[in-house]
């Protein structure tokens, strides 16, 4: 569903919720997670997409040698097409439970009140937020925000603008991921400079607030903004732009 965003100067935003696409003028603009998405390498989950379906061919085949069954071809090719599979099992669900504590941080922070939740990854996320948050200080600006670079042609949703006590404006992105990215370090440079171009206010710091769906844990870790890792999102946008263009 197509819905409107008429920004601070001026420009209209339009977004798709289902596709996760923006448009200005009738126009696709790229996002800023597609653009660190497709543009930048990211060996972690190189990494992750490698072992995941390894660890669970290694799994399955110990699960049938603990109990005797035997394993011929037919079993192993089952076997292969469960563990192909679990990359995206997991980020399916990853995915999920990342938009469900996103909802609920957003509802909570909008004043509304927020029903118990019975999903165990949900609840750690959830309480390892709200117990940071009731002891902080901040004063909500922004909240899930649509921003568009007119000078550099992207656009995003950011998730959150605070006020501290000095009056300073704080960018945060919640993460309910595993692991911090080097992508994430782009993504909050590009929402900073967006941001700032439209608003003309100075975003003075950035926080990455990861969320444990394990543990109930939260690291919050500060992201240097500057010129340098700006340059690099829009390098990586380039790169994106060119891979999609050149037939090779």
Not at 4 to 13: A, E, P, Q
Not at 50 to 71: A, Q, S
């Amino acid at each position: 569903m197509w819905k409107n965003f008429t920004l601070k100067n001026g420009i209209i935003l339009s977004y798709n919720d289902d596709k996760h696409m923006y448009y200005v003028n009738d126009k696709k603009v790229e996002s800023v997670t597609g653009i660190c998405g497709r543009g930048i390498p990211k060996p972690q989950l190189t990494n992750w997409l490698v072992n995941t379906p390894l660890n669970e061919v290694k799994r399955l085949i110990n699960e049938k040698l603990d109990v005797g069954e035997p394993i011929d071809r037919a079993v192993l090719e089952r076997i292969f097409a469960i563990a192909k599979k679990k990359p995206e099992t997991y980020r399916d669900e990853g995915g999920l439970i990342g938009t469900v504590v996103h909802g609920l941080i957003e509802d909570y922070l909008n004043g509304k009140e927020v029903p118990k939740q019975s999903d165990p990854k949900v609840v750690n996320c959830w309480n390892a937020f709200i117990d940071w948050w009731n002891k902080q200080e901040y004063e909500v600006v922004e909240l899930e925000k649509k921003i568009y670079s007119k000078k550099y042609n992207y656009a995003g949703t950011l998730d959150l603008i605070c006020k501290d006590k000095k009056g300073n404006l704080v960018l945060m992105d919640i993460k309910t991921s595993n692991f911090i990215t080097f992508d994430y370090f782009l993504q909050l440079n590009a929402y900073k400079f967006a941001y700032e171009e439209e608003t003309k206010s100075k975003v003075s710091k950035s926080f990455i607030v990861k969320l444990s769906k394990k543990d109930a844990e939260i690291e919050i870790k500060e992201i240097p903004l500057n010129k340098k890792l700006f340059n690099a999102f829009i390098g990586a946008k380039y790169v994106m732009e060119q891979m999609e263009s050149v037939e090779y």
